[in-house]
């Protein structure tokens, strides 16, 4: 089992930047990759960023250039950091864990971003 709690949603102006996290605890070695997903109202819970257990990192292309995905050295924190934050950011976003093969997954309780002027 993987528990993970995010936190650092919130209200933001357009153009401006939050930072959430994730903080995974229980079985964090049987990781294989950490991602952000979100979901706006109405649409599919999409991918918005992934880190796998070497580092590589995969971003959706709406957020290229403007997120960064991050974790500590203990691999037990994942940071998804959100600059030039426009409307159509606005979702629940929610932190993944991918353990195991097959692949189980994990979910955070997910945190409100709302990017409003």
């Known amino acids: 089992q993987v528990q993970l709690v995010e936190s650092g949603g919130g209200l933001v102006q357009p153009g401006g930047s939050l930072r959430l996290s994730c903080a995974a605890s229980?079985?964090?070695?049987?990781?294989?990759?950490m991602g952000w997903y979100r979901q706006a109202p109405g649409k599919q819970r999409e991918l918005v960023a992934s880190?796998?257990?070497?580092?590589?990192?995969n971003y959706a292309d709406s957020v290229k250039g403007r997120f960064t995905i991050s974790r500590t050295n203990a691999k037990d924190t994942v940071y998804l950091q959100m600059n030039s934050l426009k409307p159509d950011d606005t979702a629940v976003y929610y932190c993944?864990?991918?353990?195991?093969?097959?692949?189980?997954?994990?979910w955070g309780q997910g945190t409100q971003v709302t990017v409003s002027s």
């Open positions: 993944n864990a991918a353990v195991g093969n097959p692949r189980l997954d994990f």
């Open positions: 229980g079985r964090i070695f049987e990781i294989n990759a």
């Open positions: 880190i796998s257990r070497g580092g590589s990192t």
